[in-house]
């Protein structure tokens, strides 16, 4: 496993154990997420822009969903990068990583 180089702890998604990001403009799958970041697979980047504010839920796969709010801060081919503007609580990010550690062990 790679040694992050961050701040916040980032918790990776396999793809069978992924939340989604719920937008106006459509549902994503989560690739990452810290407390205060989300990244995000797209099909065209073309729809978001840097410094363009976003609004949705983060609906997780056992169900809980979380409002969020925040600024595009990156965009790149395949991926988009939201800085949010309320953090997603460290429990829930820690839970979401044993769950992940769990579930790849038990497949």
Do not use: W
Not at 32 to 60: H, M, P, Q
Not at 73 to 82: G, K, P
Request: glycine share 2%; with cysteine.
């Amino acid at each position: 496993m790679d040694k992050q180089q961050r701040e916040l702890f980032r918790v990776e998604f396999p793809q069978f154990y992924s939340p989604s990001l719920h937008l106006e403009d459509g549902r994503y799958d989560v690739q990452d997420l810290s407390e205060c970041c989300v990244r995000f697979k797209v099909e065209a980047t073309d729809t978001f822009k840097v410094t363009e504010n976003v609004y949705g839920i983060i609906r997780f796969p056992d169900d809980d969903i979380y409002d969020c709010s925040g600024t595009v801060v990156r965009v790149s081919e395949n991926n988009v990068i939201i800085e949010l503007d309320k953090p997603i609580p460290l429990p829930k990010i820690k839970s979401e990583h044993l769950t992940i550690l769990y579930q790849s062990v038990t497949v």
